[in-house]
């Protein structure tokens, strides 16, 4: 059976009977008018997936019909329905903007194919605009997060898509790449976005004022209780809760954490009662969690509740074309609070910030371009107001060549090189670079347990240095 709702035009009632029987055979809702005028009425009040219309009708033909609804409703195709089956007929049919005609006497096969083809037409279009709209609200930037590559535009389409979801989010990256500022996103775009943004970082409150602070403490509860307070939980009711650094969570806080986000309550240290709380629950990480489960410093029940879906936050070298969209950013904001007008980056400056690694991600550019703003004895940067670091720079090369010996290095140092290169490329993703190395991760875990303890190799250069051999 088709679904479609269709408009039937025609002055007379028999004819408009026909093909509603006709239509209706095939599943379609129709409704039925004489009156061209009280089509546009119906077409103004009703959404109907395709309107059919007679040609010759008094006060107002077909053609002019069809104009008119267009000119309402661009979107829902017009079939005219014409006595006169002549060439000039179709072209001027298909000039006002018809979708199609067809010719009298009625064929029922070809009406309903007619039919059929206008609605189809009309739900890809649709269809279209809404995937065009869903593409430019996922990879429309977001306030204070800066970035047009497309690593980021795969974060921004993430955003969008969770925002108004209730699941947990996990946001991994390391350090310094803007884990707040993606939880601070996703808040915005919510429809929470109007109660508090409440973050707390899990690693700079000590284990045992941690559970007072995310559940709240009654009165007395222990020896510092003087009065009761209101955990972070409760604070966030009806807006968002951001749990930085969750992989430093102690392992004592965890289970109570878990039963919290399965129960929507808090039992605040020293009560018997449990408080509901109703905060969407943000965290985010610079760890590999999977890791954490796997040495058993995180539970694994705990891992899989907060990571519903997970957001990874490029490091800044994966991002390099960010680096000088980001760089002005933070010249324009430093600029203006150092008192200083229309600053510019050298072309120098530039190629130094865009050829440096960034271990510290977007944090270190900032503070770079921070210092850069300060030290500059213009209003333009030079290589000489960047970081030392930055301007020594020179990127990381692991080159073996048989015609360059300049050091020789046992198997096993070359093992050890290569290992902590890949880990490090990797973003220390245990599992993941056990898949590159081809070992299972039992087997990197003992290797590097074994260069942890130095029993590999010597001496020799650390991963940070080049090698060449």
Same mark, same amino acid.
């Given at each position: 059976?088709?679904?479609?709702?269709?408009?039937?035009?025609?002055?007379?009632?028999?004819?408009?009977?026909?093909?509603?029987?006709?239509?209706?055979?095939?599943?379609?809702? $129709?409704?039925?008018?004489?009156?061209?005028?009280?089509?546009? @009425?119906?077409?103004?009040?009703?959404?109907?997936?395709?309107?059919?219309?007679?040609?010759?009708?008094?006060?107002?033909?077909?053609?002019?019909?069809?104009?008119?609804?267009?000119?309402?409703?661009?979107?829902?195709?017009? $079939?005219?329905?014409?006595?006169?089956?002549?060439?000039?007929?179709?072209?001027?049919?298909?000039?006002?903007?018809?979708?199609?005609?067809?010719?009298?006497?009625?064929?029922? *096969?070809?009406?309903?194919?007619?039919?059929?083809?206008?609605?189809?037409?009309?739900?890809?279009?649709?269809?279209?605009?809404?995937?065009?709209?869903?593409?430019?609200?996922?990879?429309?930037?977001?306030?204070?997060?800066?970035?047009?590559?497309?690593?980021?535009?795969? $974060?921004?389409?993430?955003?969008?898509?969770?925002?108004?979801?209730?699941?947990?989010?996990?946001?991994?990256?390391?350090?310094?790449?803007?884990?707040?500022?993606?939880?601070?996103?996703?808040?915005?775009?919510?429809?929470?976005?109007?109660?508090?943004?409440?973050?707390?970082?899990?690693?700079?409150?000590?284990?045992?004022?941690?559970?007072?602070?995310?559940?709240?403490?009654?009165?007395?509860?222990?020896?510092?209780?003087?009065?009761?307070?209101?955990?972070?939980?409760?604070?966030?009711?009806?807006?968002?809760?951001?749990?930085?650094?969750?992989?430093?969570?102690?392992?004592?806080?965890?289970?109570?954490?878990?039963?919290?986000?399965?129960?929507?309550?808090?039992?605040?240290?020293?009560?018997?009662?449990?408080?509901?709380?109703?905060?969407?629950?943000?965290?985010?990480?610079?760890?590999?969690?999977?890791?954490?489960?796997?040495?058993?410093?995180?539970?694994?029940?705990?891992?899989?509740?907060?990571?519903?879906?997970?957001?990874?936050?490029?490091?800044?070298?994966?991002?390099?074309?960010?680096?000088?969209?980001?760089?002005?950013?933070?010249?324009?904001?430093?600029?203006?609070?150092?008192?200083?007008?229309?600053?510019?980056?050298?072309?120098?400056?530039?190629?130094?910030?865009?050829?440096?690694?960034?271990?510290?991600?977007?944090?270190?550019?900032?503070?770079?371009?921070?210092?850069?703003?300060?030290?500059?004895?213009?209003?333009?940067?030079?290589?000489?107001?960047?970081?030392?670091?930055?301007?020594?720079?020179?990127?990381?090369?692991?080159?073996?060549?048989?015609?360059?010996?300049?050091?020789?290095?046992?198997?096993? @140092?070359?093992?050890?090189?290569?290992?902590?290169? $890949?880990?490090?490329?990797?973003?220390?993703?245990?599992?993941?670079?056990?898949?590159?190395?081809?070992?299972?991760?039992?087997?990197?875990?003992? *290797?590097?347990?074994?260069?942890?303890?130095?029993?590999?190799?010597?001496?020799?250069? &650390? &991963?940070?240095?080049?090698?060449?051999?």
């Amino acid at each position: 059976m088709s679904e479609g709702k269709i408009l039937v035009v025609d002055d007379e009632q028999e004819t408009c009977d026909l093909l509603q029987m006709v239509l209706e055979r095939e599943g379609y809702s $129709v409704t039925t008018c004489t009156s061209a005028q009280r089509a546009l @009425e119906l077409v103004s009040a009703q959404d109907f997936d395709s309107v059919l219309t007679d040609l010759q009708m008094p006060e107002m033909g077909g053609l002019e019909l069809c104009e008119r609804v267009l000119g309402t409703r661009p979107s829902v195709p017009v $079939v005219v329905i014409t006595g006169q089956g002549s060439l000039e007929t179709a072209i001027g049919a298909m000039r006002v903007g018809a979708y199609d005609f067809i010719t009298k006497p009625v064929d029922s *096969k070809l009406l309903i194919v007619a039919v059929s083809r206008a609605i189809q037409h009309r739900g890809l279009e649709e269809e279209v605009k809404r995937l065009r709209s869903v593409a430019l609200i996922d990879e429309a930037p977001m306030d204070n997060v800066v970035g047009a590559s497309s690593a980021m535009r795969r $974060v921004f389409g993430l955003v969008a898509r969770v925002a108004d979801a209730d699941a947990g989010v996990l946001i991994h990256g390391e350090t310094g790449t803007g884990k707040e500022l993606i939880a601070r996103a996703i808040h915005d775009r919510s429809r929470r976005k109007d109660g508090p943004f409440v973050a707390i970082n899990c690693a700079s409150i000590p284990a045992s004022l941690l559970e007072s602070e995310l559940f709240g403490h009654e009165r007395g509860a222990f020896t510092d209780a003087k009065t009761q307070r209101t955990g972070l939980f409760l604070q966030a009711s009806g807006g968002t809760l951001f749990l930085d650094e969750i992989g430093e969570l102690p392992l004592e806080v965890q289970p109570k954490l878990l039963r919290a986000l399965q129960e929507r309550k808090v039992r605040p240290v020293g009560s018997n009662r449990e408080i509901p709380f109703d905060a969407r629950v943000l965290t985010a990480t610079n760890r590999i969690l999977e890791d954490e489960v796997y040495e058993r410093r995180f539970r694994e029940d705990l891992f899989y509740r907060i990571n519903v879906v997970k957001i990874d936050v490029p490091p800044l070298r994966e991002r390099s074309g960010d680096v000088l969209h980001l760089a002005r950013h933070f010249l324009k904001q430093y600029a203006d609070r150092h008192g200083k007008v229309d600053m510019d980056l050298s072309p120098p400056a530039a190629e130094k910030l865009i050829s440096y690694s960034w271990p510290g991600n977007v944090r270190e550019l900032e503070n770079c371009i921070d210092g850069a703003v300060a030290l500059a004895r213009n209003n333009r940067i030079e290589v000489d107001d960047l970081p030392e670091k930055v301007r020594s720079f020179r990127p990381e090369k692991f080159v073996v060549s048989a015609n360059q010996p300049e050091e020789i290095v046992t198997i096993d @140092e070359l093992e050890r090189r290569y290992i902590l290169r $890949v880990l490090s490329l990797v973003g220390g993703n245990k599992s993941r670079a056990a898949q590159v190395l081809g070992f299972d991760r039992r087997t990197l875990y003992r *290797k590097l347990e074994r260069y942890q303890s130095g029993q590999a190799g010597g001496a020799g250069p &650390s &991963s940070e240095t080049p090698a060449r051999i």
